[in-house]
C-alpha cells in the first residue's frame, strides 16, 4: 500500500539532506516533488492543489521551528497536510444513547458490504456489544446466505427473511429487524443493502426508502480502494442520494497507489471511519488518520520524536555544538555530556532510539541498553576538571586514577570512554555534513 507514493516522498526528503537552511527554491523544488508524487498516486488534483497550496504556506511562513532542519521541518509540515487530508482525528462510531444503534452499509455490488458486516459485527462483539446483522439485500440471489455464512464465521447472530416466505421486501425486512433488536437486546443493528453494478436510481431509491426507515446513527458508505478515483466520483453519487456519515475503505490491500484513500475525506468531507486489508475477519480496524500518514511517510514514530525535540532542544546551544563539534577539536566532553543530557530529558535512551526509523532492525540491541551505563558515563565526566572536559588529551595515567575512584567506576572504563569519544570526534570532524545525521540545529555548515 502506497508503496510508490513511500519512495517518492522518501527520495525527495533525502534530497533535502545535508542542507543548512530550506532556500525558496528549495521549497519550491520539494513541493514539485510532492505534486508529482501525488499524482502519481492518483490523488484527486482539486485535493493536491489544496494540499501543496498548505504546504507552501507553512513552510514560507513563521511557523518553522528552530528546533528542526531542513528535512525534519518538511517531514512535519507534509505529515500534518496528509492528516489532514486523511480526516484529522480518528472518528468513533457514535452509539445511539438508546439502543439499538442502527448502522446502515452502502456502496455498490463488489465493494465489500457483506464482509464489511462480518467484520464490523466481529469487531463490536470483540469490543463487548451484542450486534445483529440484518440481510436487507434481497436483490442478489446469493446474498442472504452470503450474510449467514460471515455472521457464522464471526460468531454473530443474522436477521433474514425465511427462505420462500414472501421474500422481496427489504425495506420491511431491515423495519423488523429493529424491532427484533428491541425484543432480543441486540444492542447494535448493522443493515447490508443491496449494492449495484453502476449507480442506478431505482437501487438508491431503495437505500432511501431503508434508510428513512430505520432511521440509522451511522449510514456508511463502503467502497474499494482498488478503484482509485472512481471511487471518489461513486462517493459523490451515493452522497448526493442516500448520504451518508463515514466512509469505509475496503481492499486497501491491493490498493498500491493510494489514491482514494488519499482523496475521499476530502472530496467528500466525511471521514473514513474503518479500513479494511484483506479477507480475513480481522483484518479490518478503525482509520487513524495520524497512523496512516506516518506509515506514508514510512518515519516511525520519528514525528513523536519532532515534536519532543522542538519541546525539548534548545536551537541555539545546539548549534553552537554542532559548529565546535564539526570544527574538530574544540568539541569537549562538557559539551558532549550537555548534549546526552538534552536527548535524554526526551526520555530513556532505548526508546528514543526506539523511535527512529529504520532502527527496527536493532531491536535486540536497543532494547539491551542499559541506563545505568549512560550514567555511568555521566559520572565519569562528572567527576573530570572542567580543564580535562574541555580537552580530554591531558587525561594521563594519575588523572584517569583520580576519575575512576571519583565515580566509582574503574580505570578501564574511564579508558573506554576517553578512547570512543576520541574516535568520534574524529569520525565527527572527518563527516563534517552532519545533516546525515539528522540531529536537530546540526544541519548547518
Ligand atoms: P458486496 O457485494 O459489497 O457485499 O461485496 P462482498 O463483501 O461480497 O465482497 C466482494 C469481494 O471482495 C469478495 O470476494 C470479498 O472476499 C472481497 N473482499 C472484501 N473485502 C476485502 C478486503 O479488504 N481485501 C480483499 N483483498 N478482498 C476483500
Not at 425465511?162 to 429493529?178: C, K, L, Q, T
Not at 546525515?436 to 555548515?445: D, E, I, V
Amino acid at each position: 500500500m502506497f508503496d510508490t507514493l513511500q519512495d517518492r516522498l522518501t527520495a525527495t526528503f533525502r534530497n533535502l539532506r545535508g542542507k543548512g537552511r530550506l532556500s525558496e527554491s528549495d521549497v519550491n523544488e520539494a513541493l514539485r516533488e510532492i505534486r508529482l508524487a501525488l499524482l502519481e498516486a492518483d490523488v484527486n488534483l482539486s485535493v493536491v492543489k489544496e494540499f501543496i497550496a498548505a504546504c507552501r504556506e507553512k513552510l514560507t511562513g513563521a511557523e518553522i521551528s528552530q528546533a528542526l532542519n531542513p528535512t525534519q521541518q518538511i517531514v512535519k509540515v507534509v505529515n500534518e497536510e496528509l492528516i489532514g487530508i486523511l480526516g484529522g482525528q480518528t472518528r468513533e462510531v457514535r452509539f445511539a444513547k438508546n439502543p439499538p444503534t442502527v448502522i446502515m452499509l452502502a456502496g455498490l455490488q463488489g465493494s465489500g458490504k457483506t464482509t464489511l458486516a462480518g467484520k464490523l459485527g466481529k469487531w463490536l462483539k470483540d469490543s463487548k456489544h451484542h450486534p445483529l446483522l440484518v440481510a436487507a439485500d434481497l436483490q442478489r440471489p446469493n446474498a442472504v446466505n452470503q450474510l449467514q455464512v460471515v455472521g457464522q464465521r464471526a460468531g454473530v447472530a443474522v436477521f433474514a427473511p425465511e427462505p420462500g416466505n414472501g421474500i422481496g421486501d427489504p425495506v420491511a425486512v431491515a423495519r423488523a429487524s429493529i424491532e427484533e433488536a428491541k425484543r432480543k437486546l441486540y444492542d447494535v443493528v448493522i443493515v447490508d443493502t443491496a449494492g449495484r453494478l453502476g449507480v442506478d436510481a431505482e437501487l438508491m431509491q431503495q437505500a432511501i426508502d431503508i434508510r428513512n426507515a430505520v432511521n440509522p446513527d451511522e449510514v456508511l458508505f463502503v467502497v474499494d480502494a482498488m478503484i482509485g478515483q472512481d471511487a471518489v466520483n461513486t462517493a459523490q453519487a451515493f452522497a448526493q442520494g442516500v448520504g451518508f456519515d463515514g466512509v469505509v475503505l475496503s481492499k486497501l490491500d491491493g490498493d498500491a497507489r493510494g489514491g482514494a484513500a488519499l482523496s475521499i475525506a476530502r472530496v467528500t468531507g466525511k471521514p473514513v471511519m474503518f479500513a479494511s486489508n484483506g479477507e480475513n475477519l480481522k483484518d479490518f480496524d478503525l482509520f487513524h488518520p495520524d497512523r496512516m500518514a506516518s506509515r506514508i511517510l514510512d518515519m516511525g514514530d520519528l514525528l513523536t520524536l519532532i515534536e519532543q525535540a522542538e519541546k525539548t532542544f534548545d536551537a541555539g546551544q545546539a548549534q553552537k555544538a554542532a559548529e565546535k563539534l564539526i570544527s574538530g577539536k574544540q568539541f569537549g566532553l562538557d559539551d558532549f555530556l550537555q548534549q546526552m543530557q538534552a536527548v535524554r530529558k526526551m526520555g530513556p535512551m532505548s526508546k528514543i532510539l526506539g523511535m527512529m526509523p529504520g532502527m527496527g532492525q536493532y531491536k535486540d540491541q536497543i532494547g539491551n541498553i542499559d541506563e545505568k551505563e549512560i550514567d555511568r558515563i555521566e559520572a565519569i565526566i562528572y567527576s573530570m576538571t572542567p580543564a580535562e572536559r574541555a580537552n580530554p588529551d591531558i587525561l594521563n595515567g594519575s588523572r584517569r586514577t583520580r576519575i575512576a575512584k571519583g565515580s566509582g567506576t574503574t580505570v578501564a572504563e574511564v579508558n573506554g570512554l576517553v578512547n570512543r569519544f576520541a574516535e568520534t570526534r574524529k569520525m565527527m570532524s572527518q563527516l563534517g555534513a552532519m545533516g546525515a545525521l539528522g540531529m536537530p540545529g546540526m544541519g548547518r555548515k
